[in-house]
């Protein structure tokens, strides 16, 4: 940079400063149904997006109660679902529960006592009395009031049929005709639970069957029975909105994008699919990272993820890690999962809410390490997790979020932040994304800051990341390279590269040397993948004119 420019830059920066981002509220409480769709988007009455941001809350096994209610009350636990920002529980359910008049008329304490889970019947007695001598049935009807009683909505989940932990591919459950998986039962307790539930306004969807499995899955069938369970749903139900799962454990609905679901109805059918590290063995940890994930990625948008390019909303009703944090094949996972993930801004359920079960595969008080609380459920597992996956709680984008005109936000998936500016003076960090500045990613792959001249520049490793002027020199213009396509490349003046990285100490944005690019799996480059992201919920940065001779908000630039 010239004297010249030098002199402008330190005018711009002496005459110039910014205020701080507008707020809004973009989670919107949902109190009553219907959802809609609208192309891929959930909408609401009004038209306006609902992010389904879920959390799972498994009901399906042995003692066929929400599990956790002998350790907290059902307020307590549906207060906490909210304050750590789920707006939605994915409460599962048997089907035996809807269909077996001998099983659903068993009382909590019954259940209990059949399974010699004494331990529970006296932590039912404690913290949730009134529930302890309800029918099954009736006392899941009593969750989803908790549940309502804190603004939280329910998809109701048909997990499986005979309760217990699901699943296997031979265990009976995993398809039309397996020996527990009759489908004329099947659609008719798909039916009595949405009779039961009409006009209950927090059950705003119904999910017909979680990870349809086994030898005996086919494509023929599931288009003729998911069509028969889907009409059979809307006709008793025909405010909520009807959640259709693929084959192989949900992670295949390729065959949709060659043939529609013929419905009757409109404006209600969701897809829903899996997606977890273990689905892909241990190759996070024995792969190279960025290589693992662009093939993951390539096979989860060719198996399902393009249809939201097709116009369908898509559920990731299940995806998850080892809470612990010492995992490293979740870890490296969710790396690539959050960076998706806020790309696609799809709606998700993850896995799961539970400290502990009651019961599961033959151990009493087993604890989850998936769960977001820990054992005796009265504390949160992992904070830090909590903080960063709140970025994913809200939309990025949708119809009806803002009057903000559609920019880009640059995402850090290893920390859930954004790369905000706290002014002009300060250096480039990581920090909400709420908080974040407008960008525009222009042909020429420059970041410009929308509505100004201001570019992101870099000026060598180990060295901040910075706003610039003069965006048409070396180190102004960044592209997406590696399998991953998130780590962000730029051209120094001596003809090196740099990319785009974090200070893990401080947060702030630096450049350094490009890392792990292919070939070493022992090297982690989450420090260094950055999505660029489409949003519609940030407004831009207004600029405060100190001299009215000059205006620097710059030209408008199109996505």
């Not at 005979?162 to 020996?179: E, I």
């Not at 404006?267 to 940890?285: I, N, P, Q």
Request: with cysteine; proline share 5%.
């Amino acid at each position: 940079m010239g004297r010249f420019s030098f002199f402008f830059f330190f005018l711009f920066l002496l005459f110039f400063t910014f205020l701080s981002v507008l707020h809004l509220p973009f989670l919107k409480p949902v109190r009553a149904q219907p959802l809609y769709t609208n192309s891929r988007w959930i909408v609401d009455e009004d038209g306006r997006r609902v992010k389904l941001a879920c959390v799972n809350w498994p009901t399906h096994l042995e003692a066929v109660v929400a599990e956790g209610l002998s350790k907290q009350p059902i307020g307590m636990i549906s207060k906490r679902i909210a304050s750590m920002g789920f707006n939605c529980v994915r409460l599962t359910w048997p089907l035996f529960l809807a269909t077996n008049q001998s099983l659903a008329s068993l009382t909590v304490r019954q259940s209990f006592q059949r399974l010699g889970l004494l331990e529970s019947i006296a932590g039912f007695q404690a913290n949730n009395p009134s529930m302890l001598d309800l029918p099954l049935l009736s006392a899941y009807q009593a969750v989803v009031s908790g549940l309502a009683d804190n603004n939280v909505m329910v998809i109701l989940d048909n997990h499986l049929s005979k309760p217990g932990w699901c699943c296997s591919s031979f265990d009976g459950n995993g398809f039309f005709g397996d020996q527990y998986f009759d489908p004329d039962l099947w659609v008719e307790g798909l039916t009595r639970m949405a009779t039961l539930f009409r006009g209950v306004a927090n059950v705003v969807g119904m999910s017909l069957r979680n990870e349809l499995r086994g030898p005996k899955q086919n494509v023929k069938d599931w288009y003729k029975y998911m069509q028969k369970g889907a009409e059979a749903v809307h006709s008793a139900n025909p405010d909520v909105l009807v959640l259709v799962s693929g084959l192989n454990y949900d992670t295949d609905l390729s065959f949709v994008l060659k043939q529609e679901l013929e419905l009757t109805f409109t404006g209600k059918l969701v897809f829903e699919m899996h997606w977890y590290g273990f689905t892909d063995g241990s190759a996070w940890e024995s792969g190279n990272p960025n290589q693992v994930c662009g093939r993951v990625v390539r096979s989860i948008m060719g198996r399902g993820g393009v249809l939201l390019e097709k116009g369908w909303p898509l559920f990731i009703s299940e995806f998850g890690v080892d809470q612990r944090g010492t995992n490293v094949n979740d870890n490296r996972y969710l790396n690539c999962f959050f960076g998706l993930a806020a790309e696609l801004d799809f709606d998700w359920a993850l896995w799961t809410l539970i400290g502990s079960y009651y019961t599961r595969e033959g151990v009493i008080g087993m604890e989850e390490f998936y769960g977001m609380l820990n054992w005796n459920w009265c504390g949160i597992r992992n904070s830090s997790f909590l903080d960063r996956i709140s970025a994913l709680q809200s939309p990025f984008q949708g119809p009806g979020l803002s009057d903000a005109k559609p920019h880009k936000a640059i995402f850090h998936p290893a920390t859930g932040l954004c790369v905000v500016r706290k002014s002009v003076f300060d250096p480039l960090t990581l920090g909400p994304c709420m908080e974040s500045d407008s960008w525009t990613y222009t042909p020429q792959k420059t970041l410009m800051m929308k509505g100004t001249y201001l570019c992101l520049q870099a000026d060598g490793p180990g060295k901040p990341g910075k706003l610039g002027i003069v965006c048409t020199e070396p180190g102004s213009n960044w592209e997406t390279i590696s399998d991953s396509k998130m780590h962000l490349v730029t051209k120094l003046d001596d003809d090196t590269t740099v990319c785009l990285d974090i200070d893990f100490s401080n947060n702030n944005i630096v450049t350094n040397a490009c890392k792990c690019l292919n070939g070493d799996n022992r090297c982690d480059p989450a420090s260094q993948w950055f999505k660029i992201v489409n949003a519609t919920n940030i407004l831009t940065r207004p600029v405060i004119q100190i001299s009215s001779n000059l205006d620097v908000t710059g030209p408008k630039h199109d996505i």
